[in-house]
């Protein structure tokens, strides 16, 4: 045994194998002994598993528990769904997200619906408030729909020189847009729906509101901003969702009632005492 073997105090020199014969004393060395290395070397040979214990150990990725739904909260979110997107809460009961790649293409493609939503809820009643009033000050003839309805797939007016000119200008903008989605969305860094446009530096901004809390721990730019985008991000989601749902009503309400949006709610859109 290597350990008792280091533990010998005594060896005999080969010269006093005589005087062992004849009685005489026997003369012995002692050997110096590192106590604290034996034990030492005894603690790790102890607690060394001599079985492969890897296939027990539980990876990192593993040990985080499932997420609370926050929509509902006697649910969990789908493993997908882990609050890294802004807006996300674990809202996916039909399980269109089982993955991240699934999660990241329907993210792509509702922040486009989002921004297009969000375009339409302004333009659609601003069209029914001040377009007549435009084409009469610029002398050309007014495009909207029967009863000065937005021209729509349900009002009608599409057929007009005007609308066809822009429906190609959009279609030309949206391609150069796919094919700029397309070029970044390689890139390892990469978030749906961002094309790194931020003329007005607005997360920048952003980033200095709030966030230098004296009981909070102080956090670096890099911080700063990425806690700005985040919520940049859940507040554009948030919008584009109901400028979607938004749209939709105006379309369901012009098309069952037959008159303008801005009449049917003109607290929003008119003056409420007249």
Do not use: C
């Not at 749209?247 to 049917?264: D, L, R």
Request: charged fraction near 25%.
């Amino acid at each position: 045994n290597k350990l008792i073997s280091k533990q010998i105090i005594k060896r005999f020199n080969s010269d006093n194998i005589n005087e062992f014969a004849s009685d005489k004393p026997i003369v012995s060395e002692e050997l110096p002994i590192d106590f604290d290395e034996l034990s030492n070397e005894s603690s790790k040979e102890a607690f060394t598993s001599k079985i492969d214990l890897s296939g027990f150990v539980v990876k990192e990725e593993e040990r985080k528990a499932p997420r609370q739904a926050q929509w509902l909260p006697l649910l969990l979110s789908p493993a997908a769904l882990d609050g890294s997107f802004g807006g996300d809460v674990g809202f996916d009961p039909l399980g269109f997200s089982n993955d991240l790649t699934s999660l990241k293409r329907y993210r792509e493609a509702e922040i486009k619906h989002s921004r297009l939503a969000m375009l339409a809820a302004i333009g659609w009643p601003a069209s029914e408030l001040h377009h007549k009033a435009i084409a009469d000050f610029i002398g050309l003839d007014s495009i909207l729909a029967d009863e000065g309805k937005a021209p729509s797939i349900l009002n009608g007016g599409l057929v007009n020189e005007w609308i066809i000119a822009t429906a190609v200008f959009s279609l030309v903008l949206s391609a150069l847009l796919e094919y700029k989605t397309y070029a970044v969305s390689s890139q390892s860094n990469y978030r749906p729906g961002d094309l790194g446009f931020d003329p007005l530096s607005l997360y920048t901004i952003r980033s200095s509101f709030g966030l230098d809390v004296i009981t909070e721990k102080k956090q670096t730019q890099q911080e700063k901003l990425a806690i700005a985008k985040l919520e940049m991000e859940t507040s554009e989601i948030k919008h584009g969702r109901l400028a979607m749902i938004a749209i939709t009503a105006y379309a369901a309400q012009e098309y069952v009632s037959g008159i303008p949006v801005i009449f049917q709610t003109p607290f929003f859109f008119g003056d409420p005492i007249v």
